[in-house]
């Protein structure tokens, strides 16, 4: 499956995410979209340890990686791989290829769990 446009660039908040919710049956179901210091990042918006969506957590810098937090027991997660940084999560979150175009973010959800360099 080829990029695909989920929002604009000034739908999400610098720091902060935004749920977007996919229609392919196929697909994770819903993914946050997350800026954070100028990049973009895509990430399952599930949280591995209590099934939570992500987009309700702080986008922050942990351990000097760009994550985003669980709001329900303080899990991070790194954006870059979807790894946590942290107990009680043990599992990795998918995360997803984004592409920047001008204002629109696009992103592969087909690609599954890659590495996630992020987007300018």
Known sequence: MPFTRVCSLTDVKEPGSLRIELDDAAGPGAIAVVRFEGEVFAISDVCSHAEVP???????????????????????????????????????????????????????????????????
């Not at 987009?55 to 000097?64: H, P």
């Not at 027991?73 to 175009?101: I, M």
């Open 54 to 120: 992500l987009s309700e957590g702080d986008v922050e810098e942990f351990k000097g990686a760009p994550t985003i937090e669980c709001w329900l027991h303080g899990s991070c997660f790194d954006l870059t791989s979807g790894e946590p940084t942290n107990l009680p999560a043990t599992e990795p979150v998918p995360v997803y290829p984004v592409r920047v175009e001008g204002d629109d973010v696009y992103v592969d959800v087909a690609a599954g769990a890659t590495p996630n360099r992020g987007a300018r």
